[in-house]
């Protein structure tokens, strides 16, 4: 029996594209018969699987070929009409040719999720409805099912993970050749260059944290990563859980009038205090840079799933601008909501979300940037350098981070150390003149680099950071 709800148009279009010819290896390698409500469609599917596998291609003759009698015989009684006759339909209705069958997998795969999902929500209804069901059990079924059906709809966006030996190896070689031609670069890059230097740039399927204490310029030093690295023409998407689109813009704009040479500081920009030089800066650094491949959401409260719906979006509009995404940058770890299942338990609810956003990187191929702050135990401390330890629920951060990095600054502890003493205040000031555009970047986790500390001219005003000793 057809379930309400199901639209079998949307099955035929993808089987008439296959019918039609032209490789498709990457849809078959993509979706299985069991996402057909059509049993008959599954069958036509299977048979298309079968002549690719055997014969190299899914034309609809070699397809109806490749038929049972029994097949044929059932498929007349079900349908109403030959199989011959039902495939030269399909092909002739197809709506689009075979080189756009992307959106069709998307739909058949869709469509298959919501109408189990729907089944599911009827099997709970009619299991919840007896009282001698059990709760807890009818809770962790529907979980388990809901997983299941979602790791289906994510399959659709992962990149392919098998290779032979000869192809992993073609691919680390050409990497190699080219990021010798981009000076030692394989990733995104961070418009800093002993960073670059240190890591090849920020690795794309790679987890990144950058972790500090509040105040200490995480948001700062990610805005100036998105922008640099969409100045190299990368797409970036910034999930902003925390400051609002126009304030996180407004510490860009700041940050890029003083590339431009100008010192606008970003308070007097939301204050609306700038001076009509400053008004004309931050205008001239909009029109000079007002077409960044930048992305900026700033909902809040977001889960690991509606994070990975919105990042496909991102996905597919960046493709069709003509800049691919290439890095995620979330600020911050502590904004984004944890699912139910582990309520309570708030280091398995770090690692549900870090799990799921190196999913992320991996399939959709991105560098994921995750900001997060530090816990208090470092202020405790004569050395104030964050340390791994410092990491909030940190066993799961370190295991999944495939990177993690420390945001230092001497000047935020310095500045709150004012002493009353007129004297000692002299001595103050001279060592806060030294510090105070100074920073420290200690890369304490890498896979595939060394643990070094990078220095860093920040100017917190400006919202601006640079290579050290170099302010440019």
Request: hydrophobic residues 40%; proline residues 4%; contains cysteine.
């Amino acid at each position: 029996m057809t379930p309400t709800g199901y639209v079998p148009e949307i099955e035929k279009a993808l089987l008439g594209a296959l019918l039609d010819g032209g490789d498709h290896r990457a849809t078959l390698a993509r979706l299985t018969p069991e996402h057909f409500v059509e049993p008959a469609h599954a069958e036509i599917y299977r048979l298309a699987s079968a002549a690719q596998e055997q014969y190299g291609t899914t034309r609809m003759p070699t397809v109806f070929q490749m038929a049972s009698p029994a097949f044929l015989q059932g498929f007349a009684d079900q349908m109403g009409e030959p199989l011959g006759q039902y495939l030269a339909a399909m092909v002739t209705d197809t709506p689009f040719d075979a080189r756009n069958i992307k959106g069709s997998v998307k739909a058949v795969i869709s469509q298959w999720a919501r109408l189990g999902l729907k089944a599911e929500a009827e099997a709970l209804a009619a299991a919840a409805s007896d009282p001698a069901s059990n709760p807890a059990e009818l809770a962790r079924a529907v979980v388990s099912r809901a997983d299941e059906i979602a790791s289906h709809l994510r399959a659709g966006h992962r990149t392919n993970t098998r290779q032979t030996f000869a192809e992993a190896a073609q691919a680390a070689l050409t990497a190699s050749i080219e990021a010798k031609r981009n000076q030692r670069l394989t990733g995104v890059t961070t418009g800093l260059l002993d960073l670059d230097r240190a890591t090849g740039g920020l690795q794309r399927r790679d987890l990144i944290l950058l972790g500090a204490r509040p105040s200490m310029g995480k948001t700062t030093l990610g805005t100036s990563i998105a922008r640099f690295a969409a100045a190299s023409g990368v797409g970036v998407g910034v999930f902003s859980l925390e400051m609002d689109n126009a304030k996180l813009t407004a510490r860009m704009l700041s940050d890029l009038a003083h590339q431009s040479g100008h010192r606008v500081p970003y308070q007097d920009f939301i204050k609306g205090d700038m001076t009509d030089d400053q008004e004309e800066a931050a205008a001239h650094a909009m029109e000079r840079y007002v077409s960044l491949p930048i992305t900026l959401d700033e909902a809040t409260g977001l889960t690991i799933a509606e994070i990975r719906n919105r990042t496909e979006i991102m996905v597919e509009d960046a493709q069709d601008s003509g800049a691919p995404l290439g890095l995620l940058i979330l600020d911050h770890l502590g904004k984004v909501k944890p699912s139910a299942r582990y309520a309570g338990n708030r280091n398995n609810e770090i690692g549900e979300i870090t799990e799921g956003l190196k999913s992320i990187a991996r399939e959709f191929d991105l560098a994921v940037l995750l900001l997060s702050q530090l816990s208090r135990q470092v202020e405790s401390r004569d050395d104030k350098r964050p340390q791994l330890s410092d990491l909030r629920d940190s066993g799961n951060i370190e295991q999944d981070a495939d990177a993690v990095l420390f945001l230092h600054r001497a000047a935020y502890y310095l500045e709150r150390a004012e002493p009353a003493d007129p004297d000692e205040r002299i001595e103050w000031r001279s060592k806060m003149e030294a510090c105070r555009n100074l920073g420290e970047l200690a890369i304490a986790k890498q896979r595939n680099g060394p643990c070094v500390t990078i220095d860093l001219h920040i100017d917190m005003a400006c919202s601006a950071v640079r290579n050290a000793a170099r302010g440019l």
